[in-house]
């Protein structure tokens, strides 16, 4: 292996070396050839009206010019750089060295003369052009034919590429895509709707016209993909340009937000594909995030589920407030160290435990609430898929109902002084298991908060894109995998909301809380999930029903058309933050309640799978699909 190392290292030296040698060659060449075409050119390639005088001397000093220069543009680094990646700092170093090597040379020039008349000025300008030149020549060569030979190869695999918005951020992209040596995209065509601009260039490429041209355009110049480089247009614009879009089947991507532009981080490996997101045509919900650090920092704050992807989200951003610090449990060990681990980088300075336990667990859990003291507990450890917890009824009981009894219990008497439990607007009227055991946990917590000196709040919000057991992964692993892409049924709505949306209102909601509330997350529109599916197959870059087909599977068992986020009964509260709302608690007998929770608890103790008389028993408003 050592010898096979040895005389790669002989080879790559022997390269080095021969690359050198040429390059001196050449500039020996260059130093001679400057030397006579600047007389030249000063008699205007009259060789015979020449001056003796003047000739004799160049011609004498030659050998030193040559090795003067030499030794100049090795103290430059002309011989060592690396000519491939040329960029302005070697252009200055020719420059130089090239003024230097001329300079010494007018010197030697004045040791060497013959007579009273010394070399004409205009001959030492001549010589320092051509002696740039023909250096630069050499160097810079090299540069272009080997990006003339990677755009060769990347040609067979270009893309072609259309930018959407003719400002500072499309410059800055166009440049570095036009500049590239690498890059297999080519820039067909830019759009934008400022008048002004169309017929105009940047960077050699065309302004064509407006949003009105995107599809006309996407087709002449045979577009694969579309970016869109508008950082500092609101959500809503960013809509209406993308539902455009979507017609073309070109692969669409983005710059994140206007910071990167302000920071100067706008560049290739900035671009992202657009997602579902980005065509909601909403700006992202604002929170006083005063309220929330005032609430957070230097608080021991507990997460329960904290690795799953609400769990998760509420350790990032409630990191990002300066806890004391920040108690992670989960019974999934995989996720649960993925935040770990991301938090380790992103927050150095954190606080952090990070413990196995189920909440299902009394002991355990009264064993991390009485040693870590948490202030705060935000409950978001349960089982959540409908169909799933359909066949296994009693399992969403223990875990859901029954988990959140023992944690909640185990903060109250250790003391926390607020407890958050994430819930669900499936618990609005529920049609389903999951739906029925989240009701019960908002009655427990209000409940709770009557008996104990603790603060016990729920929070209910729909469905959160791209959460684990969400639409949106199903929807693109069907669609890489070719299709067809599965949708229960054409007319199915869902609520929707980012998943950082919904953790930082969650954390707001938090903030505001006195105890005994049900917070109610404004969803905006809902959202037809057929659409859903349609954008993210376009948005993919394919023909819905052409490439990839849907189908209709029907309705799980225990799912809803519609998703409800306020029982009728409840009303409504504003608060503060017009994203948030509070439900008037409903009135329940609380002796009866508990008693119904025993008995539901015996009844999943000995596995009894027609628990759901009894829920509805708890739950007057669940109605099972049975029915």
Same mark, same amino acid.
């Given at each position: 292996m050592s010898k096979e190392k040895d005389k790669n290292k002989k080879t790559f030296n022997v390269k080095i070396l021969y690359r050198r040698a040429c390059l001196i060659v050449y500039d020996v060449i260059s130093v001679v050839l400057a030397s006579y075409m600047a007389i030249l050119m000063r008699y205007e390639f009259a060789i015979d009206a020449i001056p003796s005088h003047f000739m004799t001397p160049i011609e004498r000093i030659m050998p030193f010019n040559i090795l003067i220069t030499l030794v100049v543009f090795y103290f430059f680094h002309l011989y060592s750089s690396l000519w491939a990646y040329a960029g302005e700092t070697e252009l200055q170093n020719i420059v130089v060295s090239c003024s230097i090597s001329t300079v010494l040379h007018g010197i030697g020039l004045q040791f060497f003369k013959i007579s009273s008349q010394p070399v004409p000025k205009s001959y030492y300008f001549m010589y320092l052009f051509l002696l740039v030149t023909c250096i630069f020549a050499s160097r810079f060569s090299y540069r272009f034919f080997r990006s003339l030979k990677h755009r060769q190869q990347n040609k067979k695999n270009r893309t072609s590429v259309m930018v959407i918005g003719a400002g500072e951020? +499309?410059?800055?992209?166009?440049?570095?895509?036009?500049?590239?040596?690498?890059?297999?995209?080519?820039? #067909?065509?830019?759009?934008?709707?400022?008048?002004?601009?169309?017929?105009?260039?940047?960077?050699?490429?065309?302004?064509?016209?407006?949003?009105?041209? =995107?599809?006309?355009?996407?087709?002449? !110049?045979?577009?694969?993909?579309?970016?869109?480089?508008?950082?500092?247009?609101?959500?809503?614009?960013?809509?209406?340009?993308?539902?455009?879009?979507?017609?073309?089947?070109?692969?669409?991507?983005?710059?994140?937000?206007?910071?990167?532009?302000?920071?100067?981080?706008?560049?290739?490996?900035?671009?992202?594909?657009?997602? %579902?997101?980005?065509?909601? &045509?909403?700006?992202?919900?604002?929170v006083d995030m005063d309220s929330i650090l005032g609430y957070v920092q230097n608080k021991v704050v507990l997460v329960t589920g904290g690795g799953g992807s609400i769990g998760s989200e509420?350790?990032?951003?409630?990191?990002?407030?300066?806890?004391?610090?920040?108690?992670?449990?989960?019974?999934?060990?995989?996720?649960?160290?993925?935040?770990?681990?991301?938090?380790?980088?992103?927050?150095?300075?954190?606080?952090?435990?990070?413990?196995?336990?189920?909440?299902?667990?009394?002991?355990?859990?009264? !064993?991390?609430?009485?040693?870590?003291?948490?202030?705060?507990?935000?409950?978001? +450890?349960?089982?959540?898929?409908?169909?799933?917890?359909?066949?296994?009824?009693?399992?969403?009981?223990?875990?859901?109902?029954?988990?959140?009894?023992?944690?909640?219990?185990?903060?109250?008497?250790?003391?926390?002084?607020?407890?958050?439990?994430?819930?669900?607007?499936?618990?609005?009227?529920?049609?389903?298991?999951? &739906?029925?055991? #989240?009701?019960?946990?908002?009655?427990?917590?209000?409940?709770?908060?009557?008996? !104990?000196?603790?603060?016990? %709040?729920?929070?209910?919000?729909?469905?959160?894109?791209?959460s684990n057991g969400s639409v949106i992964p199903l929807f693109r692993k069907q669609i890489e995998a070719g299709g067809p892409v599965t949708v229960t049924h054409p007319d199915i709505i869902?609520?929707?909301?980012?998943?950082?949306? +919904?953790?930082?209102?969650?954390?707001?909601?938090?903030?505001?809380?006195? &105890?005994?509330?049900?917070?109610?997350?404004?969803? &905006?529109?809902?959202?037809? =999930?057929?659409?859903? +599916?349609?954008?993210?197959?376009?948005?993919?870059?394919?023909?819905?029903g052409e490439d990839i087909k849907i189908e209709f599977t029907g309705l799980r068992p225990g799912e809803k058309l519609y998703e409800e986020l306020l029982m009728d009964e409840e009303g409504l509260q504003d608060t503060a933050n017009s994203m948030i709302h509070i439900g008037r608690p409903i009135e329940l007998d609380e002796q009866e309640f508990f008693a119904q929770l025993k008995e539901l608890k015996d009844e999943c103790q000995i596995e009894n799978s027609d628990i759901r008389p009894l829920i509805k028993k708890i739950v007057k408003t669940y109605h099972s699909e049975e029915e």
């Open positions: 951020a +499309a410059n800055v992209i166009i440049k570095e895509i036009v500049n590239s040596n690498f890059s297999t995209m080519v820039i #067909k065509c830019i759009i934008d709707d400022d008048k002004g601009k169309w017929g105009k260039y940047i960077q050699g490429i065309k302004v064509v016209g407006g949003r009105d041209r =995107i599809v006309e355009c996407a087709d002449v !110049y045979d577009v694969d993909e579309i970016i869109v480089a508008m950082p500092s247009a609101n959500r809503a614009e960013i809509k209406n340009i993308l539902e455009i879009c979507k017609d073309t089947n070109c692969r669409l991507r983005s710059l994140p937000g206007m910071y990167q532009l302000v920071n100067g981080e706008v560049n290739v490996s900035k671009l992202r594909d657009v997602e %579902v997101e980005d065509l909601l &045509g909403r700006d992202p919900v604002s509420l350790c990032r951003q409630i990191a990002s407030h300066r806890p004391k610090q920040l108690v992670i449990v989960d019974i999934y060990e995989n996720s649960v160290y993925d935040i770990q681990q991301e938090l380790k980088v992103t927050h150095p300075e954190l606080d952090m435990v990070v413990l196995i336990a189920s909440v299902r667990n009394t002991n355990r859990m009264n !064993y991390i609430c009485s040693k870590y003291k948490p202030d705060i507990v935000y409950h978001a +450890a349960a089982h959540k898929h409908v169909p799933l917890m359909e066949d296994s009824p009693t399992e969403a009981i223990k875990n859901n109902v029954f988990g959140t009894f023992k944690t909640a219990q185990a903060a109250a008497m250790s003391g926390v002084q607020r407890f958050v439990m994430i819930s669900t607007d499936k618990a609005v009227n529920p049609t389903n298991i999951m &739906g029925a055991s #989240k009701r019960i946990c908002e009655m427990i917590i209000q409940t709770f908060d009557k008996h !104990y000196d603790t603060e016990f %709040v729920a929070v209910r919000f729909g469905n959160v894109l791209g869902r609520y929707f909301m980012t998943i950082p949306e +919904a953790v930082s209102l969650v954390l707001q909601a938090g903030a505001y809380a006195k &105890g005994g509330e049900i917070f109610v997350l404004d969803m &905006g529109e809902p959202v037809r =999930i057929l659409d859903l +599916a349609e954008n993210l197959i376009k948005l993919s870059g394919y023909r819905v």
